[in-house]
């Protein structure tokens, strides 16, 4: 049998209120004047904005379950839309929320919600694609059976998978993957349809497979080579959080959907369930397949700025996110002579977290493609989340104007108490 075309894939939708009508001349199918939201058009625009709440009708997924006992976030609103912010083009919240492509956003306060919003279609109870924030949750995962004994960051990669003895990742450790250090041959490049990223995801099953594509995120990996020495200069490429996730299966013995669910969902009091899409081999995408709610995301950010603590139980070891917070001078080093460090600069990379500096201490992110944003600043107790649908991938104005804005709210109601 041969492999079904970008047409004929079985996993398409129209856009809503329109009707099938058949194919235009270069083969897109097509509903109406517009075109249906497919495995091969999912991330353009305008499809993204649907496709990142519908993850499910567009590629299989697993269900990690939520608790009937969620975590009580209780209410405590703020007006923020007189917060100044240091964005020239947009110097209100409104604006900034308005040019930003905001499809959902909620700001937490000691625990508390201050602020929740949330536009266009998206509601309450539907879940939005948060991407490589997906990757921070793989790493609590990681945290928790470390604890367990099961896990060993600086064992060799080999260890739990032996296979990668064979590919690009022989004799690279767990904490390589864990910190993006590898030295294997892979290019991050959301813009060219060539770089080894987007062939990873024609093997995953998040486009349309062209000839030659492993079938696979695991076969993917095995078909990796290096081109330097591990442990060097920090690159950040997604395949690393897929080998995590294959060590964290094999090492626990679970599929990572249920281990999310085990460890970090229905623990922290997540009060929906989430998903996860997975590749044709049933594989789920560990770095980045993840579609949660707004307010189970603000769970997870809560659950990072108390240190893994949830009413008083250890939900993840606090020492995996104080050490990511406060990390050896080699890991600073790797982030300053990386990519990244003028667009974050005194940045750093460690345990799938990003960090920058604060005013008084480090400001944890966990970060998506298309502005997906939890953030995490423990000097003024401000958690924030922002779910969004950028047309670019990558915006390094749009990017650092949300922090800025999330630290100035955190200045705001730091010296502004709630009457």
């Given at each position: 049998m041969s492999e079904p075309t970008a047409t004929e894939h079985p996993y398409y939708h129209p856009q809503p209120g329109t009707a099938w009508e058949g194919v235009?001349?270069?083969?897109?199918?097509?509903?109406?004047?517009?075109?249906?939201?497919?495995?091969?058009?999912?991330?353009?625009?305008?499809?993204?904005?649907?496709?990142?709440?519908?993850?499910?009708?567009?590629?299989?997924?697993?269900?990690?379950?939520?608790?009937?006992?969620?975590?009580?976030?209780?209410?405590?609103?703020?007006?923020?839309?007189?917060?100044?912010?240091?964005?020239?083009?947009?110097?209100?919240?409104?604006?900034?929320?308005?040019r930003t492509d905001t499809d959902a956003f909620l700001v937490l306060h000691g625990g508390r919600i201050i602020d929740e919003r949330y536009f266009g279609d998206m509601t309450r109870r539907r879940r939005h694609l948060v991407m490589s924030v997906t990757k921070s949750v793989v790493s609590c995962v990681a945290g928790a059976i470390t604890a367990r004994g099961l896990l060993d960051p600086e064992a060799p990669l080999e260890t739990y998978v032996p296979e990668l003895a064979s590919c690009g990742y022989a004799g690279a450790r767990v904490r390589t993957v864990l910190d993006?250090?590898?030295?294997?041959?892979?290019?991050?490049?959301?813009?060219?349809?060539?770089?080894?990223?987007?062939?990873?995801?024609?093997?995953?099953?998040?486009?349309?497979?062209?000839?030659?594509?492993?079938?696979?995120?695991?076969?993917?990996?095995?078909?990796?080579?290096?081109?330097?020495?591990?442990?060097?200069?920090?690159?950040?490429?997604?395949?690393?959080?897929?080998?995590?996730?294959?060590?964290?299966?094999?090492?626990?013995?679970?599929?990572?959907?249920?281990?999310?669910?085990?460890?970090?969902w229905r623990p922290m009091g997540a009060f929906h369930d989430a998903e996860i899409t997975a590749d044709p081999l049933g594989v789920a995408i560990h770095d980045g397949g993840l579609s949660a709610t707004l307010r189970d995301l603000g769970r997870f950010g809560q659950l990072l700025a108390e240190y893994g603590t949830v009413d008083g139980r250890q939900v993840i070891p606090a020492s995996w996110i104080t050490t990511a917070a406060e990390p050896p001078a080699d890991v600073r080093d790797a982030f300053a002579r990386s990519v990244n460090e003028p667009y974050l600069p005194g940045g750093w990379y460690r345990n799938q977290f990003w960090f920058v500096p604060g005013d008084n201490g480090p400001i944890l992110l966990c970060l998506g493609i298309h502005g997906q944003m939890v953030f995490v600043e423990w000097s003024t107790g401000l958690v924030g989340v922002k779910l969004s649908s950028w047309p670019l991938p990558q915006d390094s104005e749009k990017l650092i104007a949300t922090i800025e804005a999330f630290r100035a709210i955190g200045r705001f109601v730091h010296v502004a108490p709630a009457a």
């Open positions: 235009d001349a270069a083969g897109s199918l097509v509903v109406g004047s517009a075109p249906l939201v497919t495995l091969a058009n999912w991330q353009e625009v305008p499809h993204h904005v649907w496709s990142f709440q519908h993850m499910r009708e567009l590629m299989p997924s697993q269900v990690i379950e939520g608790t009937d006992e969620p975590r009580e976030l209780l209410e405590a609103q703020r007006d923020l839309d007189g917060v100044t912010l240091s964005t020239p083009w947009a110097p209100t919240l409104p604006e900034l929320l308005g993006m250090r590898s030295g294997v041959a892979f290019r991050e490049g959301y813009l060219d349809p060539d770089s080894e990223v987007r062939v990873m995801e024609r093997s995953m099953g998040w486009a349309p497979r062209n000839h030659g594509d492993p079938l696979g995120m695991y076969p993917y990996i095995l078909s990796t080579v290096s081109d330097r020495p591990h442990d060097g200069v920090f690159d950040y490429r997604s395949i690393e959080t897929d080998v995590l996730g294959w060590i964290v299966e094999r090492a626990a013995g679970e599929r990572m959907s249920d281990l999310i669910g085990e460890h970090v």
